[in-house]
T-cell receptor, first 112, second 111 residues
């Protein structure tokens, strides 16, 4: 397996624009997580799914953030409208039965 | 609410030294503890996973120990090399919750 695949690797967008981040988990994993990493706050959980169903989205900072998992092999994290304070690295991770978690390479988002 | 603390935040050592990175967590009711490595601008690479029934795990020059009752874990790196320079992150879960991360220890191994 190629591991967790995220796209794009880098995204630069203007304030107010919609941003969509994509993730392909490892085949067979039933959990998918979205994390955000900043220097100030470290790694924070935004939302996670089990068998494509959102379980806990309490980490999503605002209504501007939304996430979907339409099938077992794909998830998106959308920010609309984006703001400069959303600039961070966004990681997707997957695991089987909440055992060892595997992370993607991340998407570095810059909102100007 | 689980909180994970890693000390020190940064560490610089000469090549060849053995070193210990520390991780503590506030709620001892954990299921797994996982150590990760993160290189600058890269993702997280899983190094070692310790389940709550285990006391340690080893992989090459790395050894991680777990003391659940005291809420502590250590990552021991033997004979450090410049290639070990990275940020090391500790994370725990409670069996039905995702990983909660510490802020990491940034390690520099000087040749």
């Amino acid at each position: 397996d190629a591991g967790v695949i995220q796209s794009p690797r880098h995204e630069v967008t203007e304030m107010g624009q919609e941003v969509t981040l994509r993730c392909k988990p490892i085949s067979g994993h039933d959990y998918l997580f979205w994390y955000r990493q900043t220097m100030m706050r470290g790694l924070e959980l935004l939302i996670y799914f089990n068998n494509n169903v959102p379980i806990d989205d309490s980490g999503m900072p605002e209504d501007r953030f939304s996430a979907k998992m339409p099938n077992a092999s794909f998830s998106t994290l959308k920010i609309q409208p984006s703001e400069p304070r959303d600039s961070a690295v966004y990681f997707c991770a997957s695991s089987a039965r909440l055992l060892e978690a595997f992370f993607g390479q991340g998407t570095r988002l810059t909102v100007v | 609410k689980q909180e994970v603390t890693q000390i020190p935040a940064a560490l610089s050592v000469p090549e060849g030294e053995n070193l210990v990175l520390n991780c503590s967590f506030t709620d001892s009711a954990i299921y797994n503890l996982q150590w990760f490595r993160q290189d600058p601008g890269k993702g997280l690479t899983s190094l070692l996973l310790i389940q709550s029934s285990q006391r340690e795990q080893t992989s090459g020059r790395l050894n991680a120990s777990l003391d659940k009752s005291s809420g502590r874990s250590t990552l021991y790196i033997a004979a450090s090399q410049p290639g070990d320079s990275a940020t090391y992150l500790c994370a725990v879960d409670s069996g039905n919750t995702p990983l909660v991360f510490g802020k990491g220890t940034r390690l520099s191994v000087i040749a």
